[in-house]
């Protein structure tokens, strides 16, 4: 056993988000399996939600962007037609945004 496994709901999330990477504004992926588990999908969510940050899931895992900048889905048809604009205005493509 590990002490993971001894951990609260509350610990648990507390230890997530303490973190050197949400401290500053970086990005961490947890399993969903572990979220479940350890504190429950809708309580994390809540978290989340709660210091403005946005989450993504793919193939068992949730990536968490900590910060409140836009999130961009870039696709092989939208990097090329839109690389260069939003590299030269700075600005998120037109309806790549994920909110």
């Known amino acids: 056993m590990t002490n ?14 303490s973190v050197q990477a949400v401290n500053k504004g970086g990005v961490i992926r ?6 479940d588990k350890m504190a429950g999908r809708d309580a ?3 978290e989340i939600r709660r ?3 946005q989450a993504m899931t793919n193939a068992g895992q949730m990536v968490i ?7 961009h889905l870039l696709t092989a048809g939208t ?7 939003d590299v030269s205005t700075h600005r998120p493509p037109k309806g790549g945004s994920i909110r």
Not at 4 to 17: K, L
Not at 30 to 35: C, G, K, V, W
Not at 79 to 85: H, L, Q
């Open 4 to 17: 993971r496994e001894f951990m609260t709901p509350d610990a648990w999330m507390r230890s997530v988000f």
């Open 30 to 35: 947890r399993s969903l399996r572990d979220i």
């Open 44 to 46: 994390f969510l809540t």
């Open 51 to 53: 210091r403005g940050f």
């Open 65 to 71: 962007f900590c910060n409140q900048e836009p999130v």
């Open 79 to 85: 990097i090329r037609d839109r690389i260069a604009d």
